[in-house]
């Protein structure tokens, strides 16, 4: 079993950058990823993102990317003939001949792409260090969300254990309960109609009603769908959503079953397995 929750953080410090992804995760219905880096990055963001997406099927993943060159040279180009072309269009504007000197390092950065920084090479330089960074921030989330896997499974299956136990105890006493009510409706036909009846009928109207009053079905359900839990706790494969749908079934035919209770010992069991089974969906919905 995999959690949707987990952390992961890997570092890089040499004579040329500092380099951090962290990378941390919760539960959520859909997949959702947040990319915070800074915007020199960009480029990177989409492959960035195809790669978490192998990763994860679910969950809210937010990742952070923290940079700094430590070389911070910029090699700035003038364009000479933006400038040249520039001073002739004004001597020609004001007959009068231009003189550079006049010009001030102001004046002259108003002047749109006189100074161009030259193509810089940062993205080829950083795509190879943060990959192989965030690789390793990733192989750490995902020991984490193993651990969390297997701590959930194990509360899992105690609590199935304990649904099991009262499924039981249910299952011994819906005999007897069932035998209650259809002496207490025999005990009724009889008092309604006086001694001179067809108890053939009655026997068999009995029958008929005592089949609202059996929670056998609901038991031979409840069983099978905890016997399919239990099976998924063994499956390598996410299995949260399976998880998350088999507690609503297994709801359905507790609520059933305490309904139809009629036995205190009965409707007690019910009550601890929903408790069980409360516990249960709780950690569904953090698994993958």
Request: hydrophobic share 40%; net charge negative; aromatic share 6%.
């Amino acid at each position: 079993m995999i959690s949707m929750t987990g952390y992961g953080r890997s570092d890089l410090n040499n004579a040329e950058l500092q380099l951090s992804v962290e990378l941390k995760s919760y539960n959520n219905r859909y997949l959702d990823i947040n990319i915070n880096m800074p915007s020199a990055l960009n480029p990177l963001e989409e492959e960035i993102r195809k790669l978490l997406k192998t990763r994860a099927r679910r969950g809210k993943l937010e990742l952070y990317i923290r940079w700094k060159r430590l070389n911070n040279e910029v090699n700035v180009r003038l364009d000479k003939a933006l400038l040249q072309g520039y001073l002739s269009a004004r001597e020609e504007a004001l007959g009068v001949p231009a003189n550079p000197a006049e010009y001030s390092l102001a004046n002259l950065l108003q002047i749109e792409g006189l100074f161009q920084v030259e193509a810089s090479h940062e993205i080829d330089e950083i795509k190879t260090p943060l990959f192989s960074v965030l690789d390793e921030a990733l192989d750490q989330w995902q020991s984490s969300r193993h651990r969390e896997g297997r701590a959930a499974a194990e509360d899992i299956a105690s609590h199935l254990s304990v649904i099991r136990q009262s499924w039981e105890l249910i299952s011994a006493r819906a005999p007897e309960m069932e035998e209650r009510i259809k002496q207490n409706l025999l005990e009724r036909f009889t008092e309604m109609l006086g001694q001179d009846i067809d108890h053939q009928r009655v026997y068999t109207e009995t029958a008929v009603l005592l089949v609202k009053y059996s929670v056998s079905e609901e038991l031979a359900r409840l069983l099978a769908h905890l016997e399919e839990c239990e099976r998924l706790l063994k499956v390598a494969k996410p299995v949260g959503k399976q998880l998350d749908f088999l507690c609503q079934e297994l709801n359905r035919e507790m609520n059933t079953i305490g309904s139809k209770s009629s036995l205190l010992e009965i409707s007690r069991e019910v009550i601890n397995m929903k408790d069980a089974l409360e516990n249960i969906r709780e950690q569904a919905r953090n698994l993958e």
